[in-house]
């Protein structure tokens, strides 16, 4: 029985060598998580995906431009700490934060079996992402979580088979919060989004 999560690049696939961060598959991975949102089967996401997309495709650019400088997304972000452009570094950040709304609101899912998606995800949304967003930007994001599936219709998306669906969720889950962490850990440490 096939399941969302089959021939996709998962997290738990992104090499990370001594705490640095493959930037190729975590692209690839970051491109398949997008796809998840096609499972919530709301235009509102549209928003959402067309974010995360334009920022993999930052990093992308710098990727194919550097690909000395840019093979893990530690030396990538050090490479621009020093100069004017920093496009590669926002738009990493960017997507590094959808992916902890992602995380958030897939761990807040899972571990709340009685919710529904709508109220896991706008929690998620409140504790990750709004605080970055103005007036404009927060009450499209709002409106994409009020939209979102039924959990059981989500989740029989994601596969017939729950059992399978539960364990290679967790499995994504578990190295896409890794990842994240690692990101943001890195980001805090050297202070590297100040004013992006």
Known sequence: MAT???GKKSFADVPVTDGKIDTAS???ASEALVKLF???GSSAFAVVQ???TGN???VRAKLLQDPSNASTLQDLI???ANTKSKTATQGLLWLSRGLQFTAQAMRETVDAPSKELTATFTDAYTKTLSKYHGVLVKPVFKLAMK???????????LG???DKVAQELATWLAALEEIVKIIMDFFASGNYGKGL
């Open 78 to 80: 050090l490479s621009e």
């Open 147 to 157: 939209a979102c599936p039924y959990r059981k219709d989500f989740f029989e998306k």
């Open 56 to 58: 993999i495709g930052k």
């Open 38 to 40: 096609d499972l919530l």
């Open 50 to 52: 067309k974010d995360m």
């Open 26 to 28: 975590f692209l690839e």
């Open 160 to 162: 017939s088979d729950q």
């Open 4 to 6: 969302f999560f089959d």
